[in-house]
């Protein structure tokens, strides 16, 4: 099966624009991964919002994915691991309504509230109309609510919080990451925010998102396909996606700067730092098992294309292909980057 990328499923993809996203390579790696091992286990370790791990379920593999940040493991659940919307049925008689559209309407009838979020991310920061906040903060709120009654699974808690977090980046002032909002409102910003449900993915039923390190889901058993697409830069997604992550892991957290990041620190991965990041790599390597391993990294990355090449090819043949792929940038700079993809198969 092969999908068309200007379907519907497809702008759902690339409607958060997060700068760890594939979705403008997914057509490459159909074409390499596919032909290769048309089927099986397919694991990305890196999974991000789950923009490469959906596209493979949809086209049937069996999809393991992992992240290190709450809410991009909430995403991966809603994208990856659900196969639909689930019912609802204890929160539903709680409620009194019927199904996901039930309490999606249920939330967006919500009353606005003031507090923490609206305070810090509109009252102080301009990332957010004051309107847009306290609805916001209402469905934080209320979803909190819910989950300390009892009244969620996991999954639905994850599904519930992962929708509200992009549809609060719809109404973002922001152009793209929130380590800054934009200095004037940005048309997007000034349009009402609604709750949506993130679209789950058909495919096979077996598919799971873990809440790990790479390293630790390398290791964790035998897959068919092994697509590995870790940081290639110093920046810190934790740092860039502060505001996500504080949405999904809960709490009101002191802040500090114009970006509004929580004063604990995000510790940088390996792969964020020169020294580290070919350490990192061969670590994950060591123990990973695989019969194809699809690795995507920039040619400016901070491990050069020869040291991959060396390290590689330790663990079968390796083949190079070269696609040219959109990069983040906050400068008027072109942002097409070349972009490798080494393809090993297992000796």
């Not at 903060?137 to 699974?153: F, K």
């Not at 994850?158 to 152009?175: C, E, F, P, Q």
């Not at 505001?243 to 510790?267: H, I, K, N």
Request: proline share 5%.
């Amino acid at each position: 099966m092969r999908l068309d990328l200007t379907s519907p499923f497809s702008r759902i993809l690339l409607r958060m624009r997060y700068f760890g996203s594939k979705s403008s390579t997914l057509a490459d790696l159909d074409r390499l991964i596919c032909e290769r091992v048309p089927e099986g286990s397919f694991c990305d370790c890196f999974g991000g919002i789950g923009t490469v791990g959906s596209y493979f379920k949809r086209l049937g593999y069996t999809v393991y994915t992992g992240d290190v940040l709450t809410f991009a493991h909430y995403f991966q659940i809603a994208r990856v691991q659900i196969d639909e919307l689930p019912p609802f049925r204890n929160l539903g008689s709680k409620l009194g309504v019927t199904g996901p559209e039930g309490v999606r309407g249920f939330l967006n009838q919500t009353r606005p509230r003031q507090g923490w979020f609206v305070r810090e991310y509109s009252d102080q920061r301009q990332f957010f109309s004051r309107k847009n906040a306290m609805r916001i903060q209402a469905c934080r709120a209320t979803i909190q609510q819910w989950d300390r009654q009892g009244w969620l699974s996991s999954e639905e808690r994850a599904l519930l919080l992962a929708s509200l977090i992009k549809a609060a980046d719809r109404v973002a002032n922001t152009a793209g990451t929130y380590y800054a909002y934009l200095k004037s409102w940005h048309r997007k910003a000034l349009q009402d925010f609604h709750f949506e449900w993130i679209q789950s993915t058909p495919g096979n039923e077996a598919c799971r998102s873990v809440l790990a390190p790479a390293v630790e889901l390398a290791a964790s058993r035998h897959f068919d396909v092994l697509y590995l697409d870790p940081p290639y830069n110093a920046r810190s997604y934790g740092a860039y996606y502060h505001l996500p992550e504080t949405l999904a892991t809960g709490g009101t957290p002191p802040v500090r700067g114009s970006s509004g990041m929580p004063v604990r620190s995000f510790e940088p991965s390996e792969y964020n730092r020169r020294r580290f990041a070919s350490r990192a790599l061969e670590c994950l390597l060591t123990t990973a098992r695989f019969r194809l391993l699809a690795f995507h990294y920039a040619d400016d990355g901070l491990i050069p294309p020869e040291t991959i090449r060396d390290l590689l090819r330790r663990y079968g043949t390796v083949e190079e292909f070269i696609l040219p792929s959109k990069g983040y940038t906050t400068q008027k700079a072109s942002r097409i980057k070349n972009h490798r993809i080494y393809l090993v198969t297992d000796a």
